[in-house]
C-alpha cells in the first residue's frame, strides 16, 4: 500500500470510530469545536463522552465547566453515568457541588447513577467532606450508602468523616458485612460444597428457625416474604441471605422507626398508613396506632427484622440436611 494511502486510510478509519479527538483539540480552534459539541445537548452520547475524556486526559482545565453542567442538568441520564469517572479525575471542588446541590433533582431517582457518584466522591477526602456535610443537612438521604461507601468513607480516619459514620451509618457497618460474617459464609460454603443431607430432617430444623416469618411449601407464617416461588436452586442466594439479613431488605418487609414529639420511639412493621396516623405492628403482634401529628420523624430501619446468626449451633450433618430442604 502507498504510504499516502496508508495514512489516508488510517484518517478515515479514526474519523469512523470517533475522530482523533486529541489531534483536534490541539489546535485553538479544534478545542473551540469540541468544548460546543461537548456543550450540545444534541451532540450523540458517546460522541461528548469521547470529548469529555479526551480534555481531561490532555489537562484542559476549560472542561470543567461543561462537566459541572452537565452533572448540574435536571433529570438522569447515560450521560451524567458516563461522565462521572471522567469527572472523578478533576480535582476541583466544583464537581462535588454540581452533583450534591442537583442531587434530587438529577441524582437520587436513578440507583445506579447515585451510588456511582457516592462512591466517586468518598474517594476524595476532601469530597467526601463536602458529602457528608450535605448528609448533615438532610439534603442527602443517609440510606441511600450502601455499606461499601460507607467502609470507603471510613478508609480516611478522618475526624469530622468518621464523627458523620458515627451519627448515620453505625448500624449498617454493625449488621453489614464483618470479619465474622465474612467467616460464617465462608465455612457454609466449605460444609456444602461436598454434597447435600436428608430434607425430610432439614424441614424440622426450618419449622424451628424459619417458619414463624415464612412460608415454604404451604407450611409457616408472613411476617417476612413467602420463600416458595424462590430462585431456591441458589446456594448463594440462601447463604447470603441468611447471613446478612440486612444487607438488602426486602421492599414492604423491612420495619419503621417513629421518633415520636414526646420522646418516644417506636419501631415496627408498616400495619396500616392514611387518615392522618399509622400503625405499627411489632414481631409479636401488637399494634400500636400513632396521629401523624404527633411524629417527628418517621424512617425506614436499615436493620431487618430477620435476625441474624440463625444457623449457629448447627452441625455439618444438621446444615446439608437444612439446605436440602430450602433447595427441595
Ligand atoms: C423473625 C422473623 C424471621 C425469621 C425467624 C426468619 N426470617 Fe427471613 N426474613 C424475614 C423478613 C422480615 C425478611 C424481609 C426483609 C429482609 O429482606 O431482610 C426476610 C428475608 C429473607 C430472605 C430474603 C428474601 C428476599 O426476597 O430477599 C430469605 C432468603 C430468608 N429471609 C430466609 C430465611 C431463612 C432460611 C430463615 C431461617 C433460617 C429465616 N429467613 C428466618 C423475617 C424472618
Redesign the pocket.
Known amino acids: 500500500m502507498p504510504p499516502t494511502l496508508g495514512s489516508r486510510l488510517q484518517a478515515f478509519l479514526t474519523r469512523q470510530s470517533g475522530g482523533d479527538i486529541a489531534a483536534e483539540i490541539a489546535t485553538p480552534e479544534g478545542l473551540k469545536k469540541a468544548l460546543a459539541e461537548l456543550n450540545n445537548s444534541k451532540a450523540p452520547t458517546p460522541r461528548r463522552l469521547a470529548i469529555a475524556k479526551a480534555l481531561v486526559q490532555a489537562g484542559k482545565s476549560e472542561a470543567i465547566e461543561a462537566i459541572v453542567k452537565i452533572l448540574r442538568a435536571a433529570g438522569t441520564s447515560t450521560l451524567k453515568r458516563g461522565i462521572l469517572p471522567v469527572a472523578a479525575q478533576l480535582n476541583s471542588p466544583k464537581i462535588p457541588l454540581a452533583i450534591l446541590e442537583s442531587y434530587e433533582k438529577g441524582i437520587a431517582g436513578d440507583k445506579g447513577l447515585r451510588e456511582d457518584a457516592l462512591r466517586m466522591m468518598a474517594a476524595r477526602l476532601e469530597w467526601a467532606q463536602t458529602m457528608v456535610r450535605f448528609v448533615d443537612e438532610w439534603k442527602v438521604p443517609e440510606k441511600h450508602f450502601t455499606v461499601d461507601i460507607v467502609r470507603q468513607l471510613s478508609l480516611h480516619h478522618d475526624v469530622a468523616i468518621d464523627a458523620a459514620i458515627e451519627r448515620h451509618w453505625k448500624t449498617l457497618l454493625l449488621t453489614g458485612v464483618t470479619p465474622e460474617k465474612d467467616r460464617e459464609m465462608a465455612r457454609l460454603k466449605d460444609v456444602l460444597k461436598t454434597g447435600l443431607g436428608d430434607p425430610n430432617k432439614g424441614q424440622i430444623i ?1 419449622a424451628g ?2 417458619a ?3 412460608k415454604l411449601f404451604e407450611q409457616g407464617g408472613a ?3 413467602e ?1 416458595t416461588g ?1 430462585d431456591r436452586q441458589s446456594l448463594e ?2 447463604m447470603l ?2 447471613t446478612y ?2 444487607l ?3 421492599e414492604g ?2 420495619a419503621y422507626i417513629a421518633k415520636l414529639k414526646d420522646g418516644r420511639i417506636l419501631t415496627g412493621l408498616m400495619d396500616a398508613q392514611g387518615g392522618g396516623s399509622i400503625t405499627l405492628k411489632d ?1 409479636a403482634g401488637n399494634r400500636t396506632a400513632v396521629k401523624q401529628a404527633d411524629i417527628e420523624k418517621l424512617e425506614a430501619s436499615p436493620i ?4 441474624e446468626a ?2 449457629t449451633g448447627l452441625s455439618d450433618a444438621e446444615l446439608k440436611d437444612f439446605f436440602a430442604y ?1 433447595m427441595k
Not at 304 to 307: E, F, G, N, T, V
Open positions: 426450618f428457625r424459619c414463624a416469618c415464612h411476617i417476612g416474604p420463600l424462590y442466594f440462601w441471605n441468611i439479613p440486612s438488602e431488605i426486602r418487609f423491612g414481631l431487618s427484622i430477620m435476625p440463625l444457623l430450602l
